[in-house]
């Protein structure tokens, strides 16, 4: 009767934790992150199953649980707490367009530094989607990233191309003057 309802899960996997055996731990926090996932949670869970070493077998199991259901953000979230950039990059792709720029976000970056080339990729595909939705806090936001993907052009020895960029989005964009002021303010 409880099992559906909210909360209930999170209960009983603090209970097990503070007063159940480990494996009564287990069995309910992978029942809790199949229907709440947070990093958090997974973390415990892997700190837990490492101790009694069926770490993989836990975990293989959430994550076909997860992928039944569809639920590529929070694919992308282990990922990126593996450090598996590739899978990451793999899920996010799946991730609906509602979702996507809040994990584009935290994948561009989580990979800057092994991978700069793609998260420019990335973080150019949010510059362009937040001047699409117009407003000065989008702009501003656009901005921010720009920054970011002067630094990474930077360190690939591409400044030019970074320059290129900005042209063309004061091109493409010339009769967006919030835009050009908000580019302006950062330094483009």
């Known amino acids: 009767m409880w099992v559906d309802r909210y909360g209930y899960q999170d209960w009983l996997a603090q209970f097990y934790r503070e007063h159940g055996q480990t494996?009564?731990?287990?069995?309910?926090?992978?029942?809790?992150?199949?229907?709440?996932?947070?990093?958090?949670g997974y973390q415990k869970l892997q700190t837990q199953a490492k101790s009694l070493e069926n770490w993989q077998s836990r975990r293989q199991s959430l994550i076909s649980a997860l992928a039944k259901k569809e639920r590529h953000g929070c694919l992308v979230d282990i990922a990126l707490l593996e450090a598996d950039w590739e899978a990451a990059l793999r899920h996010l792709q799946k991730v609906s367009r509602w979702y996507r720029a809040a994990h584009q976000e935290k994948v561009a970056a989580k990979i800057q530094a092994d991978q700069p080339g793609t998260a420019i990729a990335l973080y150019r595909e949010m510059i362009e989607a937040l001047i699409n939705q117009r407003g000065r806090d989008n702009y501003r936001k656009a901005a921010q990233y720009l920054q970011t993907v002067q630094r990474l052009y930077?360190?690939?020895?591409?400044?030019?191309?970074c320059q290129q960029y900005v042209q063309?989005?004061?091109?493409?964009?010339?009769?967006?003057p919030a835009l050009k002021q908000e580019l302006s303010k950062a330094g483009f």
Do not use: D, W
């Open 23 to 40: 494996e009564q731990f287990l069995t309910a926090q992978v029942e809790l992150l199949k229907t709440r996932f947070t990093p958090e």
């Open 154 to 161: 930077k360190q690939l020895q591409q400044a030019g191309t």
């Open 168 to 176: 063309e989005l004061r091109s493409q964009n010339n009769n967006l």
